[in-house]
Protein backbone atom coordinates (compact mmCIF):
# COMPACT_ATOMS: atom_id res chain seq x y z
CA UNK A 1 0.00 0.00 0.00
CA UNK A 2 1.15 3.57 -0.91
CA UNK A 3 2.67 5.41 1.95
CA UNK A 4 -0.41 8.30 1.64
CA UNK A 5 -2.78 5.66 2.34
CA UNK A 6 -1.20 4.43 5.74
CA UNK A 7 -0.73 8.28 6.35
CA UNK A 8 -4.49 8.88 5.90
CA UNK A 9 -5.76 5.25 7.73
CA UNK A 10 -3.47 6.38 11.02
CA UNK A 11 -4.70 9.58 11.22
CA UNK A 12 -8.18 8.68 11.09
CA UNK A 13 -7.20 5.92 13.42
CA UNK A 14 -5.29 8.68 15.54
CA UNK A 15 -7.88 11.34 16.17
CA UNK A 16 -10.82 8.55 16.42
CA UNK A 17 -8.87 7.48 19.70
CA UNK A 18 -8.32 10.51 20.93
CA UNK A 19 -11.93 12.19 20.15
CA UNK A 20 -14.13 9.28 20.91
CA UNK A 21 -12.24 7.20 23.28
CA UNK A 22 -9.79 9.53 25.16
CA UNK A 23 -6.66 8.98 24.15
CA UNK A 24 -4.10 11.43 24.96
CA UNK A 25 -2.45 13.52 21.74
CA UNK A 26 0.83 11.99 23.22
CA UNK A 27 -1.11 7.81 22.48
CA UNK A 28 -2.70 9.08 19.36
CA UNK A 29 0.78 10.22 17.80
CA UNK A 30 2.53 7.07 18.95
CA UNK A 31 -0.58 5.05 17.18
CA UNK A 32 -0.13 7.19 14.26
CA UNK A 33 3.89 7.34 13.68
CA UNK A 34 3.69 3.57 14.88
CA UNK A 35 1.50 2.74 11.32
CA UNK A 36 3.65 4.54 9.18
CA UNK A 37 7.09 3.64 10.57
CA UNK A 38 6.59 -0.10 10.42
CA UNK A 39 7.68 0.53 6.97
CA UNK A 40 10.99 0.92 8.23
CA UNK A 41 12.00 -2.63 7.43
CA UNK A 42 11.84 -1.34 3.53
CA UNK A 43 14.81 0.89 4.54
CA UNK A 44 16.62 -1.91 6.27
CA UNK A 45 16.44 -4.28 3.24
CA UNK A 46 17.41 -1.44 1.33
CA UNK A 47 20.23 -0.87 3.03
CA UNK A 48 21.88 -4.02 3.56
CA UNK A 49 21.38 -4.74 -0.16
CA UNK A 50 23.38 -1.18 -1.36
CA UNK A 51 24.84 -0.03 1.91
CA UNK A 52 23.42 3.16 1.53
CA UNK A 53 20.97 5.36 3.52
CA UNK A 54 20.61 8.30 1.37
CA UNK A 55 16.34 9.16 1.35
CA UNK A 56 16.79 10.30 -2.39
CA UNK A 57 18.79 6.73 -3.40
CA UNK A 58 16.05 4.49 -1.46
CA UNK A 59 13.25 6.15 -3.25
CA UNK A 60 14.79 5.77 -6.25
CA UNK A 61 16.03 1.83 -6.19
CA UNK A 62 12.08 1.10 -4.97
CA UNK A 63 9.93 3.03 -7.67
CA UNK A 64 12.99 1.26 -9.83
CA UNK A 65 12.26 -2.11 -8.01
CA UNK A 66 8.83 -1.51 -8.26
CA UNK A 67 8.77 -1.14 -11.76
CA UNK A 68 10.56 -3.91 -12.81
CA UNK A 69 8.63 -5.99 -10.62
CA UNK A 70 5.30 -5.02 -11.89
CA UNK A 71 6.62 -5.57 -15.40
CA UNK A 72 6.74 -9.56 -14.94
CA UNK A 73 4.52 -11.59 -15.82
CA UNK A 74 2.43 -12.57 -12.76
CA UNK A 75 4.09 -16.74 -12.88
CA UNK A 76 7.35 -15.38 -13.20
CA UNK A 77 6.72 -13.63 -9.88
CA UNK A 78 6.59 -16.80 -8.07
CA UNK A 79 10.01 -18.16 -9.01
CA UNK A 80 11.44 -14.93 -6.61
CA UNK A 81 11.48 -15.22 -2.71
CA UNK A 82 9.10 -13.09 -1.14
CA UNK A 83 10.73 -9.93 0.99
CA UNK A 84 11.49 -10.14 4.92
CA UNK A 85 10.41 -7.37 6.06
CA UNK A 86 10.70 -7.95 10.21
CA UNK A 87 8.39 -5.45 11.05
CA UNK A 88 5.77 -6.96 9.49
CA UNK A 89 4.55 -10.36 11.09
CA UNK A 90 2.87 -11.97 13.63
CA UNK A 91 5.90 -12.76 15.51
CA UNK A 92 6.72 -8.66 16.06
CA UNK A 93 2.95 -8.25 17.31
CA UNK A 94 3.48 -11.02 19.73
CA UNK A 95 7.05 -8.95 20.95
CA UNK A 96 4.46 -5.91 21.08
CA UNK A 97 1.54 -7.59 22.97
CA UNK A 98 4.14 -8.96 25.37
CA UNK A 99 5.93 -5.66 26.07
CA UNK A 100 3.11 -4.19 26.16
CA UNK A 101 1.80 -5.90 29.70
CA UNK A 102 4.97 -4.32 30.96
CA UNK A 103 4.09 -0.68 29.35
CA UNK A 104 0.85 0.84 27.98
CA UNK A 105 3.67 2.45 25.01
CA UNK A 106 4.11 -0.46 23.72
CA UNK A 107 -0.29 -1.08 23.33
CA UNK A 108 -0.26 2.25 21.54
CA UNK A 109 2.52 0.82 19.19
CA UNK A 110 0.90 -2.67 18.68
CA UNK A 111 -2.45 -0.41 17.35
CA UNK A 112 -0.65 1.43 15.26
CA UNK A 113 1.08 -1.79 13.63
CA UNK A 114 -2.00 -3.84 13.70
CA UNK A 115 -3.57 -1.20 11.86
CA UNK A 116 -0.66 -0.93 9.32
CA UNK A 117 -0.75 -5.10 9.12
CA UNK A 118 -4.29 -4.99 8.14
CA UNK A 119 -4.51 -2.60 5.66
CA UNK A 120 -1.39 -4.28 3.77
CA UNK A 121 -3.48 -7.73 3.84
CA UNK A 122 -6.62 -5.56 2.16
CA UNK A 123 -4.24 -3.85 -0.34
CA UNK A 124 -2.39 -7.89 -0.97
CA UNK A 125 -5.78 -9.31 -0.72
CA UNK A 126 -7.12 -7.43 -3.82
CA UNK A 127 -3.97 -7.25 -5.70
CA UNK A 128 -2.09 -9.37 -8.20
CA UNK A 129 0.60 -10.61 -5.94
CA UNK A 130 -1.98 -12.99 -3.49
CA UNK A 131 1.48 -15.57 -3.12
CA UNK A 132 3.39 -12.45 -1.45
CA UNK A 133 0.90 -12.25 1.63
CA UNK A 134 3.49 -14.57 3.48
CA UNK A 135 5.73 -11.95 3.87
CA UNK A 136 3.09 -9.51 5.87
CA UNK A 137 1.72 -12.24 8.08
CA UNK A 138 4.50 -14.45 9.57
CA UNK A 139 8.36 -14.32 8.72
CA UNK A 140 8.95 -17.83 9.95
CA UNK A 141 6.06 -18.42 6.93
CA UNK A 142 7.84 -16.20 4.50
CA UNK A 143 11.02 -17.98 5.18
CA UNK A 144 10.33 -21.10 4.60
CA UNK A 145 7.90 -20.28 1.35
CA UNK A 146 10.97 -18.64 0.22
CA UNK A 147 13.59 -22.05 -0.03
CA UNK A 148 14.44 -23.09 -3.58
CA UNK A 149 13.47 -19.59 -4.82
CA UNK A 150 16.04 -16.85 -6.28
CA UNK A 151 16.32 -13.37 -5.10
CA UNK A 152 14.93 -10.26 -6.71
CA UNK A 153 17.49 -7.99 -6.55
CA UNK A 154 17.87 -5.18 -9.38
CA UNK A 155 21.15 -3.73 -10.82
CA UNK A 156 21.56 -0.01 -10.24
Request: a positive charge; one cysteine or more.
Amino acid sequence: MLPRWHILSGFILSFSLCYFFSFSLFAGLIVFLSSIFIDLDYVLVYYLEKKDLHPKNFFYWWNKKHEVWKSLQKEERKNFKSPQRILHGVEFLIILLIFSKINVFFWWIFLGVILHLIFDLIDFGLGEDKHLICSKTSQLWTFHKNKGKRSFVISS
